[in-house]
C-alpha cells in the first residue's frame, strides 16, 4: 500500500465498512490476529462465569431445573468455548478460527434460550435478561465483525421469540419482550458499528504512521549514503587541488603568481573548513554519530590537543599555550568526539578572538572533569553569548575575507550534549573570552609505557618514500609534492606493486591511500613493519569514519583528505627521526599509547 492510497481512504471515508480491495485484505489480516489474541481472554473469563452460573443454577433452581440447566452449560456451551480457546493457540486458518469463534457466541446464546425454555415447561419464573447479556457480550466483550454479529444476533432473537410462543407465553407478552431484547439489539449494533469504524481508522492511521516511518528511514539512509558519498568525492579532488597548489609554490614563481597560489591555498583549506562543517553537522543530525565512551588520560588529550594546534597557531602568530595539570585526571568521553570538540573550541579562538595569546586548561569540578580555552582577545558582547552555540550564528560583525558558515560552536554544543557532557562560556568586551566543556570523571587509564626507540638528532637525508595509491592524478601530485621537497618518491598504483618494488629499492616510510583494490594500506603497512623495513607511515584517506592522529606506538599518521601539506611535511620529518620500527603487537584494548584524533 502507498501512503496516497491510505490518505485517499481515509478521504473518502468507509461508512459501509469496507475499504478498497487490497487494503481490505490488509484490514482482514490484521483484524483476524487481533481477534485471536483478544478470544483467549474472553474465552477463559466465559468458562469461568459459566461454572459461577452453575453453581448458582445448584442453589437457587429446583433440583429437576438445576441438573438440566447445569447439563445444558456443562456438556454444549463449556466445550464449544473450550474447543475455541484451544483453537486459538493452534495453526489454523483465519477463516475457519472465525467461523468457530461466531459458532461459540450462537451457541452461548442458543444455550441461554434453552435454559429459559426449560424454565418455562417447569413454570419456573427465568426472566429473559438472560438473553440481553449474552447480545451485550457479543457486541461488546468479544470483538466479532459488525456484520457477523449482528447476523448471529439476529438468529439468537429470533430463536428466542419462537421459543416463546412455543412455550405457550401470550402473544403480547412476547411482543413485548421482542421489543425490549430488539431495541437493546440496535443498540448494540450502533456501538458494534462504531467500535469497528474506530478500528478500521485506527488501522488506516497505523499503516500510514508505519510508511511514514519506513519512508522517513529510507530517507535518512539515502542522506547517510549521499553524506558518505560526498565526503569521499569531494575530498578527492580538493586533494589533488591542494597538491597541485604546493607542487606550484616550490617552482619559484614571480611574487605575483606566488601571492596567487598562496591566495588559492588559502580559499582551498577554507572551502575544506566549510565542507568538515557541514559533513559533520549533517552526519550528528541524521543520528550518524554514536559515542564510544572511555576511560581518557586528560593529560595526553591536551598534548595531543596542542599537537594539532600549534603549527596553525605559529602561522596566524598567536602564542597557544598549555597549562600544566596540578593533578592525573581521567575522562569518561569517546576520544575523537572529545579531540573534534577542543579542536573547535581552539580554531574558534584563533579565528574569531582577535587574541595573541591561547591558553588550554583543564580541572577537576566535583564529579567532572571541566576543559578550558581561554583567550585575550576582543571578547563577546552580553547579546551575543546567548547565540554562540547556535548553528549558522556568526558573531563577527566586521567582514571577513573567509567567513564561516557559523557551525563550528554549534557542533562542540551537540557533540558535547551527545556524550552527557555540559558546554558553556563566559566573556567580557575587550578583556577575552573562557569557552568551558564539562564531562564526567574516570579513573585515570594506566598506560603502557611505548616503546622508546633511539633518536636521531636530524632527519635523515635521501629519504625513499614508497607511495600507494590507486588515483592515478593523486598518486602523480603526491609524488611531484615529495620530490619538490628533496625526497625520493617510488609510486605505485598497488599493494602488490609496492612489495614488489620494495624487493628492488627498500623504503624508508611508506605513505599510502587506506582504501586500496586488494591489499588495503594498514594491511600494507602492517607487512612492511614485521619485517622491520621502514622508519613509519601515513595512510590517507577520505573516510571520516576512521580518526585521524598518530599512533605513537605503531609510528603511524592517519591523515584525512585532503591532506594539509605543511602537516603531512611535518609527520615525515617526525618519522624519519626515528630508527627503523621494532615489531610490536597493541592490545585490542588501545592501551599501548596511540593517540588518535578524529
Known amino acids: ?47 469461568a462465569l459459566l461454572l459461577l452460573y452453575a453453581a448458582l443454577d445448584i442453589v437457587m433452581l429446583p433440583p429437576e431445573l438445576a441438573w438440566k440447566t447445569v447439563s445444558v452449560r456443562a456438556f454444549i456451551t463449556c466445550p464449544v468455548i473450550a474447543l ?34 426449560l424454565a418455562r415447561l417447569v413454570d419456573f419464573p427465568m426472566p429473559y435478561e438472560g438473553t440481553l447479556l449474552i447480545l451485550m457480550f457479543g457486541y461488546f466483550v468479544m470483538g466479532l465483525p459488525f456484520r457477523t454479529v449482528s447476523l448471529a444476533s439476529l438468529l439468537i432473537i429470533l430463536a428466542y421469540l419462537t421459543m416463546e410462543l412455543a412455550t405457550g407465553l401470550a402473544l403480547v407478552e412476547v411482543m413485548i419482550n421482542g421489543f425490549f431484547i430488539g ?78 597560489v598562496t591566495r588559492l591555498k588559502t580559499s582551498v583549506a577554507h572551502f575544506n573548513s566549510l565542507l568538515i562543517s557541514v559533513l559533520d553537522i549533517s552526519r550528528i543530525h541524521e543520528g550518524m554519530v554514536t559515542p564510544e565512551c572511555r576511560a581518557l588520560d586528560v593529560s595526553r588529550t591536551l598534548a595531543q590537543l596542542v599537537d594539532t594546534c600549534i603549527d596553525d597557531a605559529a602561522d596566524r602568530r598567536i602564542r597557544l599555550s598549555l597549562k600544566p595539570l596540578p593533578e592525573p585526571l581521567g575522562i569518561m568521553a569517546d576520544p575523537q568526539l572529545l579531540h573534534r570538540i577542543l579542536q573547535n573550541l581552539v580554531v574558534n579562538a584563533l579565528e574569531h578572538s582577535g587574541a595573541d595569546s591561547i591558553e588550554v586548561s583543564a580541572e577537576k569540578c566535583g564529579n567532572q572533569v571541566g576543559f578550558e580555552v581561554s583567550d585575550n582577545g576582543k571578547g563577546i558582547d552580553d547579546a551575543t553569548l546567548a547565540y554562540v552555540f547556535e548553528p549558522f550564528f556568526r558573531a563577527d560583525h566586521e567582514p571577513q575575507p573567509h567567513p564561516g558558515l557559523g557551525l563550528g560552536l554549534a557542533i562542540v554544543r551537540q557533540l558535547t550534549e551527545l556524550m552527557g557532557g555540559t558546554c ?23 598506560l603502557r609505557r611505548p ?34 621537497w628533496g625526497y625520493r618518491a617510488d609510486g605505485f598504483r598497488t599493494a ?24 588495503t594500506g594498514q594491511m600494507l603497512f602492517d607487512r612492511l613493519a614485521e619485517e622491520a623495513v621502514i622508519l613509519g607511515g601515513v595512510l ?33 620529518v617526525q618519522l624519519s627521526r626515528r630508527q627503523p620500527l621494532i615489531p610490536a603487537r597493541v592490545d585490542a584494548g588501545g592501551s599501548g599509547g596511540s593517540d588518535q584524533a578524529k
Not at 17 to 29: C, H, I, K, N, W
Not at 92 to 115: E, M, R
Not at 426 to 443: H, L, M, N
Open 424 to 446: 558553556g562560556v563566559a566573556s567580557e568586551p575587550g578583556r577575552g573570552s573562557r569557552f568551558q566543556v564539562r564531562f564526567p570523571t574516570a579513573e585515570a587509564p594506566a
Open 84 to 117: 475455541v480457546l484451544y483453537l486459538s493457540y493452534r495453526p489454523v486458518s483465519a477463516s475457519t478460527f472465525n467461523l468457530f469463534y461466531a459458532a461459540a457466541y450462537i451457541a452461548g446464546g442458543l444455550s441461554v434460550v434453552a435454559i429459559i425454555g
Open 496 to 519: 602488490e606493486q609496492a612489495l614488489a618494488g620494495c624487493r628492488e629499492a627498500a623504503p624508508d616510510l611508506l605513505i599510502s591511500d587506506v582504501h586500496l583494490p586488494a591489499m
Open 183 to 260: 431495541t437493546a439489539n440496535i443498540i448494540g449494533m450502533v456501538g458494534s458499528w462504531l467500535s469497528e469504524y474506530r478500528q478500521r481508522a485506527h488501522f488506516l492511521d497505523r499503516q500510514m504512521l508505519e510508511l511514514s516511518r519506513s519512508e522517513a528511514e529510507q530517507e535518512s539512509t539515502r542522506k547517510s549514503h549521499l553524506i558518505t558519498v560526498a565526503s569521499h568525492d569531494l575530498r578527492q579532488p580538493l586533494n589533488v587541488i591542494s597538491l597541485i597548489l604546493e607542487n606550484l609554490g616550490t617552482k619559484g614563481l614571480p611574487a605575483s603568481q606566488s601571492a596567487l
Open 540 to 572: 590517507m584517506t577520505a573516510d571520516t569514519s576512521l580518526p585521524q592522529g598518530h599512533d605513537r606506538q605503531r609510528q603511524l599518521w592517519i591523515m584525512h583528505k585532503p591532506l594539509s601539506p605543511m602537516r603531512l611535511r611535518a609527520a615525515i
Open 1 to 47: 500500500m502507498l501512503l496516497a492510497q491510505l490518505k485517499q481512504q481515509k478521504s473518502a471515508g468507509f461508512r459501509r465498512l469496507r475499504f478498497a480491495p487490497d487494503m481490505e485484505q490488509a484490514y482482514q489480516r490484521d483484524r483476524d490476529q487481533m481477534v485471536r489474541e483478544r478470544c483467549r481472554p474472553v474465552t477463559a473469563s466465559a468458562l
Open 451 to 484: 616503546i622508546t626507540l633511539p633518536l636521531v638528532t636530524h632527519a635523515r637525508e635521501n629519504l625513499r618514500l614508497l607511495v600507494v595509491e590507486d588515483h592515478d592524478e593523486a598518486r602523480h601530485w603526491i609524488c611531484e609534492t615529495l620530490t619538490g
